[in-house]
Structure formats: C-alpha cells, structure tokens
C-alpha cells in the first residue's frame, strides 16, 4: 500500500526554469493538497482539491498552478521558478476536508527544491 | 486569521520521562490535528480532535475547546520519538489548516 507517492525527492532548478512536481494516491481520497515548508513558518497551503475536476487557492498560490489530472493525480507546476520557491513541497491528501471527522491527512515524502 | 502557538519550541527529555507538548490557538476552531515529522522529513498524522480526548499506544491528546488549547502527551517516552511535533487548526474552511511552528523533541536513552 503506497499511500501518497510524489516525485521527485530532490531537485535543483536555475532560476526562470520550469518543472512539474507529481503526486499520485492509492487511497480513493477525494482531497488532495499542496503544502511548502519553510524554516521557521508553519507549514502553508499553497493549492488544494476538494475533489477531482475542483482546484482552490490556499495561501501562497502566486507562481505555482496546479492540475488534479484524475482522482488519482495531483500536480504543481513552477512555470517560472524564482528563489523564493526554495522549499520543501509536500504532497498530501484526506478522505473528505480536514475538519471532518475521521478525515486525517496522509502526507508524501516531500520534493526538496533549490532553486539558484 | 487563526494564530496556532506552540511550546515549548524545543524540548530534551531521557528515556522514560512524561512528556507533555502544548498548542493554543486564536479562533475557534471545528478540528485539531497533531502531525509527527521524522528527522527524515516525512509526516505522518497522529491525532484529529474536536473535543474530548484520545489515546493511541503511549500517545494521548486532549483538547480543550474553551480554553483554546490542546496538549499531547507522551508517556514513557523513547529515542524513537524523537521528532518534531505539529500542530494545525482548521475552522472557517473544510480544506484549510492553520499550522504550528512545531516543537522539536529529542529524548536521550
């Protein structure tokens, strides 16, 4: 059981480069997210999905799109990648939002990305 | 905006002590999660609250809803619980949590 698998784990851009983070769950989730970690600041919501054919806002979208390709599959691109976007990106996903009950989130391993 | 506080920010115990982590928040709120990171980097959900208390294995969280805060509770702690400890809040919207800085546990043997 994979759980939440995202690719890669690592990767260095030069600033202006584009790049497509992936991330696919096998739990039948309706929900899916996008989160950056930064040192010292909380994790912060960058885009999420309710559900698939849905894509939200959450509180850091500014360079960044996003694709919920199927139930399955949810993507973030960098169109053109700053060092701003330095960061550790988490993929994760929960069976309905995460207020409600029985609704946990199952996180990926998370993409370390640099970018000069 | 909610404003999650957690303490202490770090905190060093030997093997086998009680260990209790603190998270207060601003608004009130429908759920609390407690998030476990690894020194590698992945998270792994431990708890999702709304009221009361619940225990798994040596773990317990309560939440307190009028006071706004939340405690998790290690007992008989261990090296392998070693990590940093979050905790995030969600309210106004289904789909969105407000995080904690975290607390970085290190219990020595």
């Known amino acids: 059981n994979a759980g939440v698998t995202q690719t890669p784990k690592f990767q260095v851009l030069k600033t202006g480069q584009s790049m497509t983070l992936q991330c696919a769950q096998d739990m039948n989730h309706n929900s899916m997210y996008w989160y950056r970690q930064d040192p010292g600041m909380g994790l912060r919501l960058i885009y999420y999905s309710a559900s698939e054919g849905t894509t939200d806002k959450g509180e850091v979208p500014n360079g960044y799109n996003v694709s919920r390709l199927n139930k399955r599959e949810f993507s973030l691109r960098l169109e053109s990648a700053a060092p701003s976007q330095t960061s550790v990106y988490f993929c994760a996903s929960s069976p309905e939002g995460v207020t409600r009950n029985g609704s946990p989130l199952h996180f990926g391993n998370g993409t370390r990305l640099t970018v000069t | 905006k909610n404003e999650v506080e957690q303490s202490p920010q770090n905190l060093t115990a030997q093997e086998g002590e009680f260990i209790t982590i603190n998270c207060s928040y601003s608004v009130g709120i429908s759920a609390l999660h407690w998030l476990q990171q690894h020194p590698g980097g992945g998270i792994v959900s431990l708890f999702m609250?709304?009221?009361g208390k619940k225990k798994h294995g040596r773990l317990i969280a309560t939440i307190n809803i009028q006071e706004k805060h939340s405690s998790l509770h290690i007992t008989a702690s261990h090296p392998r619980d070693s990590a940093v400890y979050i905790c995030?809040?969600?309210?106004?919207?289904?789909?969105?949590?407000?995080f904690g800085k975290g607390t970085l546990l290190t219990v020595n043997p």
């Open positions: 609250l709304s009221s």
């Open positions: 995030a809040v969600g309210g106004g919207s289904n789909y969105k949590l407000t």
